[in-house]
């Protein structure tokens, strides 16, 4: 019968996956992508499309006004102005590259450690944990464990059957084969 895992072994396990973190990546760089989408549109696109004949507000450092707004005698507005406004489109693209520069840490950091942790079960193979933990109990050093892991993967390595041949060998020993008949049969 399997060993029962625990609900946050489990949890863990759910998130140590690769496909979770990419997911998670995706999803956040997908908004900061959104957001950059949103800003050319609301900055640029849209007042373009409004210099037609509609007007469009807000203002902004970064911005080129292509119709003023016109204002009649008491105050009230009549027509609204048409900006292009690359301040916030800068703003978006620099908080997506921002963005991506910090996920790109955090996946880089997980997977340095995912590295690390596969480097350290290799080293070791073939003990598992228990196996380990039993060596620890009896006074084995990290380095003796390991080197008794060594001494395991050669002798199993010594043990293991010789591989099977490939195809272009076979087929190499069944031309050999049919030469040397061949030759055989032009001397008799």
């Known amino acids: 019968m399997a060993k029962k895992k625990g609900f946050f072994a489990e949890f863990k396990a759910f998130i140590a996956r690769g496909n979770v ?3 998670a990546v995706g999803i956040i760089i997908g908004g900061a992508f959104t957001a950059i ?14 210099s037609i004949g509609v007007g469009s507000d807000g203002f902004g450092a970064l911005q080129i006004v292509l119709k003023a707004a016109t204002v009649d005698e008491a105050g009230a507005v009549l027509s609204e102005a048409i900006v292009l406004d690359f301040g916030i489109v800068i703003s978006a693209i620099v ?6 520069f910090i996920l790109f840490l955090i996946v880089y950091t997980a997977n340095r450690l995912h590295d690390h ?26 380095d003796e464990i390991a080197a008794l ?11 293991a059957p010789a591989p099977a041949p490939t195809t272009e060998q076979l087929l190499a020993e069944i031309r050999d ?3 040397a008949q061949a030759g055989g049969a032009k001397k008799e």
Request: charged share 25%; no cysteine.
């Open 21 to 23: 973190l990419d997911m």
């Open 37 to 50: 989408i949103t800003a050319i549109v609301s900055g640029i696109l849209t007042p373009l499309l409004q």
């Open 95 to 100: 908080t997506f590259i921002l963005t991506a």
């Open 117 to 142: 942790a596969d480097k350290q079960k290799a080293k070791f193979a073939p003990y598992e944990k228990e196996d380990i933990r039993a060596l620890r109990k009896e006074g084995k050093s990290w």
């Open 149 to 159: 892991a060594a001494q395991k993967r050669a002798e199993a390595a010594a043990n």
């Open 177 to 179: 084969l049919l030469q």
